[in-house]
């Protein structure tokens, strides 16, 4: 695993980029993006053991070796509410060359999210219209006061242009899975999102909006993405 500093045009800021990848794998790894959740930063997903899950998968458990980098994307939903930070920008323009600097793969095959970076993976695979999504307890509003809540969207209309649920024909065809636990307060935007988008994958099962649910689901998801390799 590799953490560094790196600025951002894009969002007018310094980040912290971290790679993880699974043990003795070679160079040109396939990346998967993973967008961290509300009040948090990249290395979220090295809290909740991505290391240690990645390397599992890949060595003990056939998946193809990539990797998982996670890049710090503020708190706006993943989405641009000003021209002074765009963190999809950033995944879109920036990233790749980042990437390919360091030996990966600079066109991620891959986005998974959690929270708020389910919002924001979604978006991701919309503007993109190819990588598969793993979306983990996705931060999706059912309304506008809801969303409003958030600060977050610069106004009705640039949550109404970002909100996965009323976008869903841009990732028509997506390969996509979704994970949620039943006390989730976003368990009803995830129920829609399922019975609408109808991801190849998707599970919803006991647990509420916390690490401990997300730790649980998450060998799930990497190998979901891993099979999209």
Request: hydrophobic share 45%.
């Amino acid at each position: 695993m590799t953490v560094e500093r790196i600025r951002s045009m894009s969002r007018r800021t310094e980040v912290e980029l971290v790679i993880i990848r699974p043990e003795d794998a070679g160079p040109n790894l396939p990346v998967c993006l993973a967008l961290h959740g509300r009040d948090a930063r990249a290395n979220q997903f090295v809290e909740l053991g991505v290391p240690e899950m990645l390397t599992s998968l890949v060595n003990y458990q056939g998946t193809p070796p990539f990797a998982v980098v996670a890049v710090d994307g503020g708190d706006s939903y993943w989405v641009a509410r000003d021209d002074e930070d765009d963190p999809q920008l950033m995944l879109s323009d920036e990233v790749p060359k980042w990437l390919g600097e360091r030996g990966l793969a600079g066109n991620p095959f891959a986005v998974l999210g959690i929270s708020m970076g389910g919002y924001g993976a979604l978006n991701y695979a919309a503007n993109l219209n190819d990588p598969a999504v793993a979306a983990i307890s996705p931060a999706l509003f059912l309304s506008w006061p809801e969303a409003a809540l958030r600060d977050a969207f610069a106004d009705e209309q640039h949550w109404r242009s970002t909100d996965p649920l009323q976008n869903l024909n841009k990732v028509a065809g997506v390969p996509m899975g979704v994970w949620c636990g039943d006390a989730d307060p976003f368990i009803d935007g995830a129920r829609q999102l399922i019975e609408r988008a109808k991801p190849a994958v998707s599970e919803i099962e006991p647990g509420d909006h916390e690490p401990a649910y997300w730790r649980k689901v998450l060998p799930a998801a990497l190998k979901f993405v891993g099979t999209r390799i």
